[in-house]
T-cell receptor, first 114, second 113 residues
Framework: KAGVTQTPRYLIKTRGQQVTLSCSPI?????VSWYQQTPGQGLQFLFE???????NKGNFPGRFSGRQFSNSRSEMNVSTLELGDSALYLC?????????????FGEGSWLTVV | DQQVKQNSPSLSVQEGRISILNCDYT??????FLWYKKYPAEGPTFLIS?????DKNEDGRFTVFLNKSAKHLSLHIVPSQPGDSAVYFC????????????FGAGTRLFVKA
């Protein structure tokens, strides 16, 4: 079955703009989580959605938001972009999101803010 | 607050030898641990996992060991191959009624031919 699909793969934005990233989870998976990866920082948890509800949230400012649709697809939005937001944004899906559920990642969306 | 720590940013190993990647965690509530492998410009791929009720899980050349009393886990790769060269992330999870997987900063493994 198809894996986690993220679009766009690469994008360049200028400071102050906003960006929306999209994620389609593995078919049948209902939990979608988002991570930010920057050099030397590992994978920082942004938030997790299940059945269109945000269940968990990481320590990111309110400029970072997300949502999930009834088909489990998810979007992540970053408003008022800052240079420090340049990173690889990864989406991951799992069946139910409970412990013991392995999460599977997409290829990521590379965001560069100039 | 780093709940999952990978203290070695890089590791270099000769082909055919054993690679041992280490990970420490601080939260005793974690009950599921995973290792992911990541190549440049790709998303992380799941490698192997272990539940807190076990102390060892093996899958081919990959074995994960869990020492709950020490809050330590390790990934052993035997024998190491050049294709194993990648960044390895350790991760820990607990069911909070939601799902939150915490990742370490990663260890870059170089396997020399």
């Amino acid at each position: 079955k198809a894996g986690v699909t993220q679009t766009p793969r690469y994008l360049i934005k200028t400071r102050g703009q906003q960006v929306t990233l999209s994620c389609s989870p593995i078919s049948g998976h209902r939990s979608v989580s988002w991570y930010q990866q920057t050099p030397g920082q590992g994978l920082q948890f942004l938030f997790e959605y299940f059945s269109e509800t945000q269940r968990n949230k990481g320590n990111f400012p309110g400029r970072f938001s997300g949502r999930q649709f009834s088909n489990s697809r998810s979007e992540m939005n970053v408003s008022t972009l800052e240079l420090g937001d340049s990173a690889l944004y990864l989406c991951a899906s799992s069946a139910t999101g409970g412990s013991g559920n392995t999460i599977y990642f997409g290829e990521g969306s590379w965001l560069t803010v100039v | 607050d780093q709940q999952v720590k990978q203290n070695s940013p890089s590791l270099s190993v000769q082909e055919g030898r054993i690679s041992i990647l280490n990970c420490d965690y601080t939260n005793s509530m974690f009950d599921y641990f995973l290792w992911y492998k990541k190549y440049p410009a790709e998303g992380p791929t799941f490698l192997i996992s272990i539940s807190s009720i076990k102390d060892k899980n093996e899958d081919g050349r990959f074995t994960v060991f869990l020492n709950k009393s020490a809050k330590h886990l390790s990934l052993h790769i035997v024998p190491s191959q050049p294709g194993d060269s990648a960044v390895y992330f350790c991760a820990a999870a607990r069911d909070t009624g939601g799902f939150k997987t915490i990742f370490g900063a990663g260890t870059r493994l170089f396997v020399k031919a």
